[in-house]
T-cell receptor, first 113, second 111 residues
Framework: TAGITQAPTSQILAAGRSMTLRCTQD?????MYWYRQDLGLGLRLIHY???????GKGEVPDGYSVSRANTDDFPLTLASAVPSQTSVYFC????????????FGDGTRLSIL | GENVEQHPSTLSVQEGDSAVIKCTYS??????FPWYKQELGKGPQLIID?????GEKKDQRIAVTLNKTAKHFSLHITETQPEDSAVYFC??????????FGKGNQVVVIP
């Protein structure tokens, strides 16, 4: 099974441009999450969705937006990229909520120049 | 985040020896404590988790212990093998709506 699929795997983006990171899951999980991973800071939650049609802000939501039109897809958008958004982005899902195992994709490495 | 701390940041062990990583957390209401393993270029993968109603859980060479009074939990890897070399993250629920991750431990198993 594919689990979580993220695209693209890596991207170089000019500052000020917009970008959407894609995330699709085939496990019919209700909850989905976006994290960024930076050296020395671990994983930090950007946005989450407990079920299709709902979203919430995580620890570091500024500069990012998400949507959850259906169960499978949870895209993350950077409306106007800045260099501080250079990071590795991970999408994850869990069957219901935060007290259940999360399944992660292999990440998108994003560099903002 | 800073609500979950991991010690040590780097751990080197001889193949066959045991490795122990300890995490402390701050939210006394936390009731779920997973451990993730991350290999280079991959996403984190759950290896074991424990809930607050038990003190210990074991799965083959991996075990996790939880001390709710002291607010710390530990990952134990016995008979370490080279494939155990990775970054390990602990996590705990914070504020009832977020899973807070520690900053990770680099474990190096020396053949």
């Amino acid at each position: 099974t594919a689990g979580i699929t993220q695209a693209p795997t890596s991207q170089i983006l000019a500052a000020g441009r917009s970008m959407t990171l894609r995330c699709t899951q085939d496990m019919r999980h209700n909850a989905m999450y976006w994290y960024r991973q930076d050296l020395g800071l671990g994983l930090r939650l950007i946005h989450y969705s407990n079920t299709a049609g709902t979203t919430g802000k995580g620890e570091v939501p500024d500069g990012y937006s998400v949507s959850r039109a259906n169960t499978d897809d949870f895209p993350l958008t950077l409306a106007s990229a800045v260099p501080s958004q250079t990071s590795v982005y991970f999408c994850a899902s869990s069957e219901q909520g935060i007290n259940q195992p999360q399944h992660f994709g292999d990440g998108t490495r994003l560099s903002i120049l | 985040g800073e609500n979950v701390e991991q010690h040590p940041s780097t751990l080197s062990v001889q193949e066959g020896d045991s490795a122990v990583i300890k995490c402390t957390y701050s939210d006394s209401a936390s009731n779920y404590f997973p451990w993730y393993k991350q290999e280079l270029g991959k996403g984190p993968q759950l290896i074991i988790d424990i809930r607050s109603n038990v003190g210990e859980k074991k799965d083959q060479r991996i075990a996790v212990t939880l001390n709710k009074t002291a607010k710390h939990f530990s990952l134990h890897i016995t008979e370490t093998q080279p494939e155990d070399s990775a970054v390990y993250f602990c996590a705990a629920i914070y504020g009832n709506n977020r899973l807070a991750f520690g900053k990770g431990n680099q474990v190096v198993v020396i053949p």
